[in-house]
């Protein structure tokens, strides 16, 4: 299943093809691929390239592992989650090492981090669902997360799944088209709320 986005203007296919999907398929991620998952955001930018992010990760060929990972996502969550192979949980430092000073892009970063994850994913044909409905005082409690670092997002990683095994709210929202909100709600120029030129005077 795909579901291609249609963008007003040219953009590149990997981001018309992303999707976070709540259906995974019973099928294995690669070590091979989860490596380069990680090693694409290993070279995200990041404020004085400080690479706060880091990624707790379990997949369903370590059974209590992934267990152990899948009880810090809200009841929600786990409720589709428990299908994918490969779980995660993004978590940001937020201080710098050089000075112990508060990062004040530490979570900025740890999103530019999962962004190449997820491109690179898709370029794998994989799929990723990012969520902040998580549970951070047991993912600290179970994982020994230190003080000033910050347990943020979970992540689910696989292939998409059939979403009539879905329960039908969730089925829906895959079945879904993809939608955005224009350019010109997001896009200021002179003053808040204002379209900037750069985009009230293209016509897609």
């Known amino acids: 299943m795909t579901k291609r986005a249609a963008p007003d203007y040219p953009i590149q296919d990997l981001f018309a093809t992303r999707w976070s999907p709540y259906a995974?398929?019973?099928?294995?991620?690669?070590?091979?691929?989860?490596?380069?998952?990680?090693?694409?955001?290993?070279?995200?930018?990041?404020?004085?390239?400080?690479?706060?992010?880091?990624?707790?990760v379990a997949s369903r060929d370590q059974p209590e592992e992934f267990e152990r990972l899948l009880s810090c996502l809200v009841e929600g969550n786990q409720a589709w989650?428990?299908?994918?192979?490969?779980?995660a949980l993004g978590c940001t430092s937020l201080n710098f090492t050089r000075n112990g000073q508060p990062n004040a892009a530490a979570v900025h970063d740890l999103g530019l981090a999962s962004a190449n994850l997820v491109l690179e994913a898709t370029a794998r044909g994989l799929s990723v669902h990012q969520m902040i409905g998580i549970v951070p005082d047991r993912a600290r409690e179970l994982y020994q997360i230190p003080e000033g670092v910050r347990p943020l997002t979970g992540l689910a990683i696989g292939y998409v799944g059939d979403p009539g095994r879905l329960p039908e709210k969730l089925r829906d929202r895959d079945l879904a088209s993809r939608s955005r909100k224009p350019l010109a709600t997001f896009v200021f120029g002179g003053k808040w709320g204002t379209a900037s030129p750069v985009v009230s005077q293209q016509t897609p």
Request: aromatic fraction near 18%.
């Open 81 to 87: 989650a428990k299908f994918a192979p490969v779980l």
């Open 24 to 56: 995974f398929a019973d099928r294995p991620v690669s070590q091979d691929d989860l490596h380069s998952l990680f090693e694409a955001a290993r070279w995200a930018p990041s404020s004085y390239n400080e690479q706060p992010w880091s990624y707790i």
